[in-house]
Antibody, heavy 122, light 115 residues
Framework: EVQLVESGGGLVQPGGSLRLSCAAS????????MSWVRQAPGKGLEWVAN????????YYVDSVKGRFTISRDNAKNSLYLQMNSLRAEDTAVYYC???????????????WGQGTLVTVSS | DIVMTQSPDSLAVSLGERATINCKSS????????????LAWYQQKPGQPPKLLIY???TRESGVPDRFSGSGSGTDFTLTISSLQAEDVAVYYC???????????FGQGTKLEIK
């Protein structure tokens, strides 16, 4: 079965750190760009970061640049998001997402995990 | 950043009737070199992750019922559900993936309910 399973969420104090993991299965992980997308409670969607198949390109939304780091381990079929200097506004469900392979490159997301909740609060 | 604005914020439609959701981008998402609109639509039901419906503004994702269609170009786009079914109750989001990676922004969402 093709799936993405996130883990690592939880309660953390402002200024703290957390590392999210995403375990991929049922497909050739190393063939896909991967993204993290978040959703604050009761709010809309926000794309956070993505990473190329071999990890050579990484992109971030401005609000997390310098604080978050996306990485992957293709041997372990895993995606990661290291989150440092966390703020209350980072509170959200974080989704691991697989981008679609198309003839023309585009951040199109047909496969999502169920998400993991990160709560930043004292 | 490109700002995506959806209208209306919420919508109530009778079963079997047409539902129309609009999405406007603050700048064109049409890439002239390939004539593609970098615009997608997603459906999200409570407690679930989003589901891709439409990409390149009008290409239906595999497995999506043909009552869902996308149209528009440049800065103005529409998602149409031709005959509303009970299972279509959800929040719908448009997303642009045109911008350089300052962020592939989503609209604020449109909540669709049954009248």
């Amino acid at each position: 079965e093709v799936q993405l399973v996130e883990s690592g969420g939880g309660l953390v104090q402002p200024g703290g750190s957390l590392r999210l993991s995403c375990a991929a299965s049922g497909f050739t992980f190393s063939s896909y760009w991967m993204s993290w997308v978040r959703q604050a409670p009761g709010k809309g969607l926000e794309w956070v970061a993505n990473i190329k198949q071999d990890g050579s390109e990484k992109y971030y939304v401005d609000s997390v640049k310098g604080r978050f780091t996306i990485s992957r381990d293709n041997a372990k079929n895993s995606l990661y998001l290291q989150m440092n200097s966390l703020r209350a506004e980072d509170t959200a469900v974080y989704y691991c997402a697989r981008e679609k392979i198309t003839m023309v490159r585009g951040v199109i997301i047909p496969l999502w995990g169920q998400g993991t909740l990160v709560t930043v609060s004292s | 950043d490109i700002v995506m604005t959806q209208s209306p914020d919420s919508l109530a439609v009778s079963l079997g009737e047409r539902a129309t959701i609009n999405c406007k981008s603050s700048q064109s998402v049409l890439y002239s070199s390939n004539n593609k609109n970098y615009l997608a639509w997603y459906q999200q039901k409570p407690g679930q992750p989003p589901k891709l419906l439409i990409y390149w503004a009008s290409t239906r994702e595999s497995g999506v019922p043909d009552r869902f269609s996308g149209s528009g170009s440049g800065t103005d786009f529409t998602l149409t559900i031709s005959s509303l079914q009970a299972e279509d109750v959800a929040v719908y989001y448009c997303q642009q993936y045109y911008s350089t990676p300052q962020g592939y922004t989503f609209g604020q969402g449109t909540k669709l309910e049954i009248k």
